[in-house]
């Protein structure tokens, strides 16, 4: 059974950091990724990331988050600098792709200005 747990989601103040981790356990993916729903919108990719280390950002975050992954850990982290109100949603992690992957149960990022 596949299981993500996420962890490291709070309120911060504009300008400030977070970071986002991922425990999976039941199976091992090769494709990682955070998406991200902000209420109204439809859930979107903030960033994944591909085997050993290839990784895609998404326009809005690129240069100020960073995804990353232990493979011994099986855990994906997403490290989010110089946050924005705008960044302000729903972090989910996910595994194995957006379409036939596993979710995991989301954690709340809120960014004040």
């Known amino acids: 059974q596949v299981q993500l747990v996420e962890s490291g989601g709070g309120l911060v103040q504009a300008g400030g950091s977070l970071r986002l981790s991922c425990v999976v356990s039941?199976?091992?993916?090769?494709?990682m990724g955070w998406y991200r729903q902000a209420p109204g919108k439809q859930r979107e990719l903030v960033a994944n990331i591909i085997g050993g280390g290839n990784s895609n950002y998404a326009a809005s975050v690129k240069g100020r988050f960073t995804i990353s992954r232990d493979i011994a850990k099986n855990t994906v982290y997403l490290q989010m600098n110089s946050l924005k109100p705008e960044d302000t949603a729903v972090y989910y992690c996910?595994?194995?792709?957006?379409?036939?992957?596993?979710w995991g149960q989301g954690t709340q990022v809120t960014v004040s200005s």
């Open positions: 039941g199976s091992i993916f090769s494709i």
């Open positions: 996910n595994a194995g792709g957006p379409d036939f992957g596993y």
